[in-house]
């Protein structure tokens, strides 16, 4: 069974800088792209970044543009997340999430229903 494990959140304060590390557990987890989603209390999940292995497309929330750069390494089956600049309000519980069907192809990376798999989350905490 394929486990997405999430680490390097923290607490922080505004305009600082964290980064997030995923990894899979399984070696011969294969993904077509992998992305970040955050969720708040009292909140829905919402997409952050995704990237695409299948010619590097990567892809960001209005509210990160320019903040957060996610990256990856395919064959190692983990994404990054570099987020600078923090704001109180990137305050969140922040998942890793797979999509390893080929359908999620002709899904746009910032759709929730086009990951299978999902980490535990890891919280980031913004003071100000």
């Known amino acids: 069974q394929v486990q997405l494990v999430e680490s390097g959140g923290g607490l922080v304060q505004a305009g600082g800088s964290l980064r997030l590390s995923c990894a899979a557990s399984?070696?011969?987890?294969?993904?077509?792209?992998m992305g970040w989603f955050r969720q708040a209390p009292g909140k829905e999940r919402d997409f952050v970044a995704g990237?695409?292995?299948?010619?590097?497309?990567?892809a960001y929330a209005e509210s990160v543009k320019g903040r957060f750069t996610i990256s990856g390494d395919n064959a190692k089956n983990t994404v990054y997340l570099q987020m600078n600049s923090l704001k109180p309000e990137d305050t969140a519980a922040y998942y890793c999430?797979?999509?390893?069907?080929?359908?999620?192809?002709?899904?746009?990376?910032?759709?929730?229903?086009?990951?299978?798999?999902w980490g535990q989350g890891t919280q980031v905490t913004v003071s100000s």
């Open positions: 999430a797979a999509a390893v069907s080929a359908g999620s192809l002709h899904l746009p990376l910032s759709a929730i229903y086009a990951y299978e798999h």
């Open positions: 399984a070696r011969t987890f294969s993904s077509y792209s």
């Open positions: 990237i695409s292995w299948s010619g590097g497309n990567t």
